[in-house]
């Protein structure tokens, strides 16, 4: 099993729309959860870190089940600049810093 | 957040050759990452570059095959040598700071290598 499994998509989705990114992590003792969004030939940046208790910004929501080791982001009336790959992104377990395993990423294109 | 900038930021190359791919911070960080993002596959951890000791390689990766420095908290440098078709790809650094949320990564624009 992949430590980190995303559908690649890609997702069409018109503007308005709102779509949802699953993701699986294998290692049950990561602490840490992201959702990173790179745009095409652009480095990844940091969308949203992902809480226990599920969090909001915006448009964007993010949950965590540590139980099935999902995480879900979800993004409400979509818009044509949230076209981008959206990357899952979970810490090493055990690790004193910040070493991150990434998700291939699901690629977004909304459409007019 | 931090500006990071990196040197070449693309490059074409014969197999056999080496390339070292400089990093620069605004500021001063303690945490340093290399990453590389082969094409359609995700970021992978290269190693961490510790200032004033060796870096810390993960599987698969060794310091032969890919040399870092790192003389302070604003500079570090990859080097991948002996280069051959399989190494062309992006290679990012980045750095970790301490924000109002907590920890978080900003990554550099990346170096896109060519080994032909």
């Known amino acids: 099993r992949k430590e980190v499994e995303q559908d690649p998509g890609p997702f069409n989705v018109p503007e308005g729309a709102t779509v949802a990114f699953n993701c699986t992590y294998s290692?049950?003792?990561?602490?840490?959860f992201f959702w990173y969004r790179q745009d095409c030939r652009k480095e990844p940046k940091l969308l949203m870190s992902?809480?226990?208790s599920g969090n909001e910004d915006g448009r964007f929501t993010a949950q965590l089940n540590r139980a099935s080791q999902y995480i879900s982001l979800l993004i409400r009336d979509s818009k044509l600049s949230d076209s981008a790959t959206y990357l899952c992104?979970?810490?090493?377990?055990?690790?004193?810093?910040?070493?991150?395993?990434f998700g291939k990423g699901t690629k977004l294109s909304v459409i007019p | 957040s931090a500006v990071i900038s990196q040197k070449p930021s693309r490059d074409i190359c014969q197999r056999g050759t080496s390339l070292t791919i400089q990093c620069q911070v605004d500021?001063?960080?303690?945490?340093m990452f290399w990453y590389r993002q082969q094409p359609g596959q995700s970021l992978t951890l290269i190693a961490t570059?510790?200032?004033?000791?060796?870096?810390?390689?993960e599987s698969g990766f060794v310091i032969d095959k890919f040399p870092i420095s790192r003389p302070n908290l604003t500079f570090s440098t990859l080097t991948v040598s002996n280069m051959s078709p399989e190494d062309s790809s992006i290679y990012l650094c980045?750095?970790?700071?301490?924000?109002?949320?907590?920890?978080?990564?900003?990554f550099g624009p990346g170096t896109r290598l060519t080994v032909l």
């Open positions: 992104v979970v810490n090493r377990a055990g690790a004193g810093s910040y070493q991150l395993t």
């Open positions: 290692n049950s003792a990561s602490q840490s």
């Open positions: 500021s001063q960080v303690t945490m």
């Open positions: 570059a510790n200032q004033g000791s060796e870096a810390t390689y």
């Open positions: 980045s750095v970790e700071l301490l924000q109002a949320g907590g920890n978080e990564q900003f």
């Open positions: 992902v809480y226990s």
